[in-house]
Structures are given as structure tokens and as C-alpha cells.
């Protein structure tokens, strides 16, 4: 009870402007922030920079808070956005993607992530049966397989623009997919984070 008193003044002392009142805050959550959207990007700059925003939009908005409620919730979802805007850019590069599946794998192995890494193979794996076969195939050759667009035209006997033309549509519909499938599906690794 006492804490959550002393998270009042200290919410009272923020919506005055007291900067030292901020800097509570910010020690108090930062570490924790970080990690959750950590969880979400497998990046440490992104996540950090992140926090930051997130830090950055309290300290704006402090005028708006209401010192009865919790300041964590309302921290967690700004983070949860910010870093849902950060994937939604990553999915427009394909660099980023590569980036993100290299980091996803090469993160420790614990059990949690070892699921998340399978849900997500598993979502994209359901999103890939959906395209024409051709499509399918070229898809796998190049992001499985590494095989550049020369050597998949070589090996289907297909000319070199017609196996591009194929790999992007594929990414499109793929883009497309995970666009209108991104919020309910990080929403459920959100809550199996918090649950952590």
C-alpha cells in the first residue's frame, strides 16, 4: 500500500515538472521496459531506443496522467505500440527480416523463445501453402535454400525476370499476410510475455 502511495506523490511531483521525479520513474522502469520490447524486436539498439520514446512521451504527456492509476500499464502499452511500429517497419525491409530471423535464432534457447521462434515459422509456413506453387517454391529456394535469383532460373529452367516477378509477388502476399495478421498475433506474445 505504501508503495503504491509513494507512486502517487511521485506521479504528482511528475505532472508538476519535477525532473527528479521523472528520473524515479525512468530507474524504476527502464530495465524493465527494455526487456519486454527486447522480447518483441531481438534487437538491443531498437529496444533501447524504444524505452527511450517511450520515456521521452511520458515525460510530454506528463500533464495528462491521472496519479490515481498505475504508471506500468500505461508504459507497457506505449512500449508495446512503439515496438509494433518498429516490426511494422522491419517487415517493409527485406534486410531487416533476414536481420530479425538471424537474431531470433541466435538468441539464447530457452524455451520460451524456442516457441515464439516455432510460432512464427509455423504462421509464416500457413501463410506460404496459400501462394500458387510456383511462387511457393521460388519462396523457398531463395530464403531457404539462399539461392540467388540466377541460380533458382538455372535450376527451374525459368528466365532470370520471371523468377523476380515470382519472388515478389510472394513477398507481397507474405507482406500482406503478416500486415493483417501482425496485431492480433503480437498481441498473444505480448500477453504470454507479461505472464513471464
Known amino acids: 500500500m505504501s508503495e503504491r502511495v509513494n507512486e502517487k506523490d511521485t506521479l504528482i511531483a511528475l505532472?508538476?515538472?519535477?525532473e527528479s521525479a521523472f528520473r524515479e520513474i525512468f530507474d524504476q522502469n527502464f530495465r524493465k521496459l527494455y526487456?519486454?520490447?527486447?522480447r518483441l524486436l531481438k534487437n538491443k539498439?531498437?529496444?533501447e531506443e524504444v524505452v527511450n520514446d517511450t520515456l521521452m512521451n511520458l515525460w510530454t504527456n506528463r500533464e495528462r496522467l491521472n496519479p490515481e492509476y498505475p504508471v506500468a500499464p500505461y508504459l507497457y502499452t506505449i512500449t508495446r505500440r512503439l515496438s509494433l511500429n518498429a516490426l511494422r517497419q522491419i517487415a517493409t525491409s527485406q534486410k531487416a527480416i533476414d536481420q530479425l530471423w538471424y537474431n531470433m535464432e541466435n538468441v539464447s534457447n530457452d524455451t520460451e523463445e524456442s516457441v515464439l521462434l516455432s510460432d512464427l515459422q509455423r504462421f509464416t509456413e500457413a501463410a506460404l501453402v496459400n501462394l500458387p506453387p510456383q511462387q511457393q517454391l521460388i519462396f523457398r529456394m531463395s530464403?531457404?535454400?539462399?539461392l540467388n535469383y540466377d541460380e533458382i532460373a538455372?535450376?527451374?529452367?525459368l528466365s532470370r525476370n520471371t523468377v523476380k516477378?515470382?519472388?515478389?509477388?510472394?513477398?507481397?502476399?507474405?507482406?500482406?499476410?503478416?500486415n493483417q495478421s501482425d496485431i492480433a498475433y503480437f498481441l498473444l506474445v505480448t500477453v504470454s510475455l507479461l505472464k513471464k
Do not use: M, Y
Open 154 to 157: 538455372e535450376r527451374l529452367n
Open 165 to 178: 516477378n515470382h519472388l515478389v509477388a510472394a513477398l507481397k502476399t507474405l507482406k500482406n499476410h503478416f
Open 45 to 47: 539498439e531498437q529496444a
Open 15 to 18: 505532472k508538476a515538472g519535477d
Open 35 to 38: 526487456t519486454f520490447s527486447f
Open 143 to 146: 530464403r531457404f535454400e539462399g
